[in-house]
């Protein structure tokens, strides 16, 4: 039950981010109840097998999603980029020492920067604070990131997701950087 409501979460997050990435009209209530239902489907089959960084990026973007379909302000939680890159090398900061006390931790180091990433790229992104192209290669950073420890930890369809996302990211990136650039 619990693999299949992994990969029920897996497809619904890949139709919705095709959705952004792809569509130019996208609409952003179909977008979060998009990412909402996913979300809360990934949260519940990570959590069974206590693949805590899936927990916590899908129950941040879940949370999210919920606010925003709630039509509820979150330009107080937003800050821009100065703060987004003072708590980033904070976060890595924090991995690399633990890196250095415990070498074998690398992977989930990793993984938890890339959560942080997710997060950090979904708010900013949902509060306007974040262009377009600048989430989409967010994005694709954080999916690669996560791939190593995923695999590990045998959370295949979160992996497949994060596969097929940091694909679909990229494709997006560049076609939103095309697009700025066709006058170029």
């Given at each position: 039950?619990?693999?299949t ?5 897996t ?5 919705n981010?095709a ?6 009209q ?8 998009g990412?909402?239902?996913?979300a809360?489907?990934?949260v ?10 899936a ?16 039509s509820v302000s979150?330009?107080?939680l ?11 090398s ?5 991995a ?8 074998d ?7 938890w920067?890339?959560a ?5 790229a ?12 600048h989430?989409?290669l ?9 791939l ?16 097929t ?5 990229a ?7 095309t ?5 170029d």
């Open positions: 039950m619990m693999v409501l992994g990969w029920v979460g497809i619904l997050y890949i139709v981010h959705y952004l990435s792809l569509y130019s996208w609409r952003r209530d179909v977008y979060y109840l990412n909402l239902l996913a809360s489907a990934l519940v089959s990570s959590s069974a097998i206590q693949s805590w960084q927990v916590a990026i899908n129950g941040f973007w879940a949370i999210i999603s919920l606010l925003m379909l709630a979150l330009r107080a937003a800050f821009g980029s100065r703060r987004a890159q003072v708590l980033m904070g976060v890595i900061a924090i690399a020492v633990a890196v250095i006390k415990s070498p931790q690398l992977w989930n180091a990793l993984n920067i890339a942080v990433i997710f997060a950090l979904y708010l900013m992104f949902c509060t306007d604070k974040m262009r377009p192209r989430y989409q967010a994005n694709m950073i954080a999916a690669l990131m996560t190593p420890s995923l695999w590990q930890q045998q959370n295949y369809s979160v992996f497949c997701l994060e596969v996302w940091a694909g679909l990211s494709w997006a990136a560049y076609k939103k950087y697009e700025a650039h066709i006058v």
